[in-house]
Structures are given as C-alpha cells and as structure tokens.
C-alpha cells in the first residue's frame, strides 16, 4: 500500500516537471506514437479491409498475415530495424513496428463490420440500380463503422501500451521512467509511470467506447424503414373495414 501511495507522490511531485524529460512532454511523445502509428496503419489497414469485406476476396490471406504479425516480438523486432536501418533513423524503425502491431485489428475491424451486414440490405440497394460505389460508401461504410471503430480501439490500445519500448532505443515517452527506475531500482518511479500508462489506456478506451455509441446508425437500411411502416397502425377508416 505504501509503495502505491508513493508511486502517486511521484506522479504528482513537482520534481516530474523538471530535468531533461518532464512527464507532460514523456506523455506527449507517447500519445503521438500513439497517435501516429495507429493512424499510419490506419490508412493501410482501412482501404484493404473495406476491399476484402466488399469483394469477399483475400479473407484467408488477411486472416494469415494478420496472425503473423501478432505473433512478432515487438522489442526485439525494435532492436532489431533500429540496428538494420542505423541510429539515424531509430523513431522510423519504432513506428514502423507499431504499425505493423496496429494493422491487424484494424483490418479486421474493417472486414468483419462489412461482413456483418444483413446481405438482404446489400441486395436492396443493387435493386434500387445502385453501384458498386454507392453499395460500398453509402450501405456498407456507415454500418460497418461501429465494428471498425472496434477495430481501432483494439489497436490503440495494443499500440499504447507497446510503446514503452521505445524508451530501450532511446525514444522518450513513458517508458523512459520505467527503464529508468529498474537501472536505479527504484520501483516507485517504475510503478508510477506504469500507472500513467494505465490511465492514458483507460481515458483512450472510454473515448472509443462513446465513439462506438455515437457510430451505430438510427436506422439499419429498408428493412427497417418497412419494419417501422408495417409497424405502425392502421388509418381509422382503413381498420373499420
């Protein structure tokens, strides 16, 4: 208990605004790792999905890749792109395998909110003589979009939690203080940024979570829109007959 109430002393100390690395700016870096890995995979990830989950091809591919890629050691991976590519270009090498930690539950984000839909609202809308196009942004995105949002959550957190190990290379964010804190044993300081890093995931998690509510749409295309005209009751004069 005491080691806990210590870990927010240090959180909470003066002293974590001064020296060479403050804990706002250790925030700050880990957020735009954060931040900028999981969008880079995003734009990768997204485009790909939405393709595989409309044409309902390349899913086995996706499915293999995406497994391959959780199963990477992400700090040795670090180390090792950081030796390959040379000090010089360490911050690419990092993001580069925060990326790649990223894209498969975007992906499957992506895909499985395509997938999802009711195939009888897809086949409405190429009665109505939509495009393909029109199918995929106006029917398939927007219902797909709380399951990709899943999709980014899943990966955001993955990500924020990884990026500790940039601190090993010399990067900054939190996980400076960790490493920090086991090359002078100092456990508060280790405990402590481990609880910012918990509760940068928490607040992270809770902004998905409202996301999530705000994306699923009112409506779930004309099978609803019939179901609530069937639904609703009859004129006077038609229910007299």
């Known amino acids: 208990m ?20 403050t804990l706002p700016m250790a925030i700050a870096q880990h957020l ?28 086995e591919i996706a499915v293999i890749l995406s497994g391959a890629a959780r199963a990477l050691p992400a700090l040795g991976l ?11 270009l360490k911050t690419e090498a990092a993001v580069t395998v ?8 975007i992906l499957a984000g992506a895909y499985a909110g395509i ?29 797909g979009l709380s399951l990709l949002i899943g999709g980014l959550r899943s990966a955001t957190l993955q990500v924020v ?7 090993y290379v010399g990067l ?36 998905f979570a409202l996301l999530a509510r705000f994306a699923v749409p009112r409506t779930t295309g004309p099978r609803t829109r019939l179901s609530r005209a069937e639904a609703a009751p009859l004129p006077v004069a038609q229910a007299s007959h």
């Open 2 to 21: 005491n080691l806990l109430l210590d870990a927010f002393a240090w959180i909470f100390s003066p002293d974590r605004l001064t020296g060479s690395l």
């Open 115 to 143: 997938e999802a839909i009711d195939r009888s609202v897809i086949d409405a809308g190429r009665a109505m003589g939509m495009t393909e196009w029109q199918i995929l942004f106006r029917i398939e995105m927007p219902l």
């Open 32 to 59: 735009a790792f954060t931040f900028g890995s999981v969008a880079i995979a995003a734009v990768i990830a997204i485009p790909v999905g939405w393709l595989i989950g409309h044409t309902g091809r390349g899913r």
């Open 172 to 207: 900054g964010g939190l996980g400076f203080f960790m490493i920090q804190g086991l090359n002078s044993r100092n456990f508060t300081e280790i405990l402590g940024a481990s609880i910012v890093v918990v509760a940068l995931a928490l607040v992270l998690d809770g902004l």
């Open 78 to 88: 670090v180390i090792l792109l950081v030796m390959l590519a040379g000090v010089t």
């Open 98 to 105: 925060f990326v790649i930690l990223a894209i498969p539950s």
């Open 161 to 167: 939690a990884t990026v500790t190990i940039a601190a």
